[in-house]
């Protein structure tokens, strides 16, 4: 079981930049799969992000590629959202989901969740 914590969400200007962090606890971090939603308010949870359990592979969708990087440290149990050019489209809580054998899109597929991290971009 793994237990995830989202940090580094707040309010920025439109083009800003913010990072996000989603530590986890246990020894066993690096065997899990790990992916960012997001939900906006009277939007269903939609996929954001994933990276593999060693990190080399990772997967965005149309709408926030090459402005959002996905990374993770291991020996930190940590891994991170940088986010680029944020515009008003991408205000919502964002959160970090786990899994060990599924890695994608699918918001059903993952096992252990944190409570989410609000961003919220000013126009």
């Known amino acids: 079981q793994v237990q995830l914590v989202e940090s580094g969400g707040g309010l920025v200007q439109a083009g800003g930049s913010l990072r996000l962090s989603c530590a986890a606890s246990g020894r066993t971090f690096s065997r899990y799969n790990i992916g960012w939603f997001r939900q906006a308010p009277g939007k269903e949870r939609e996929f954001a992000a994933a990276?593999?359990?060693?990190?080399?592979?990772?997967y965005y969708p149309d709408s926030v590629k090459d402005r959002f990087t996905i990374s993770r440290d291991n020996a930190k149990n940590t891994v991170y959202l940088k986010m680029n050019s944020l515009n008003s489209e991408d205000t919502a809580v964002y959160y970090c989901?786990?899994?060990?054998?599924?890695?994608?899109?699918?918001?059903?597929?993952?096992?252990?969740w944190g409570q989410g991290t609000q961003v919220t971009v000013s126009s």
């Open positions: 989901a786990a899994s060990r054998t599924y890695l994608g899109h699918s918001t059903e597929s993952y096992d252990y």
């Open positions: 990276i593999s359990r060693i990190g080399g592979d990772t």
